[in-house]
């Protein structure tokens, strides 16, 4: 991630957001990779579709 981008797994986690989630289905993986794109796009889509907050605040300092 960018140096401007803040990501704190534990957010996620509490709200019970699955890795698999942003993650893939990283239990089937011999190798973890990235299977999505975690860009801004990404992220704030899925923000938006679960009611999350999506001020700039949220994600960079």
Not at 26 to 41: D, I, T
């Amino acid at each position: 991630m960018p140096d401007h981008v803040q990501f704190n797994h534990s957010r996620h986690v509490s709200r019970g957001v699955d890795c698999s989630a942003c993650h893939g289905n990283v239990a089937e993986m011999v190798k973890v990779k990235q299977v999505a794109s975690l860009n801004m796009g990404y992220c704030v889509d899925c923000h938006r579709e679960n009611n999350a907050p999506t001020d700039c605040s949220t994600c960079h300092r």
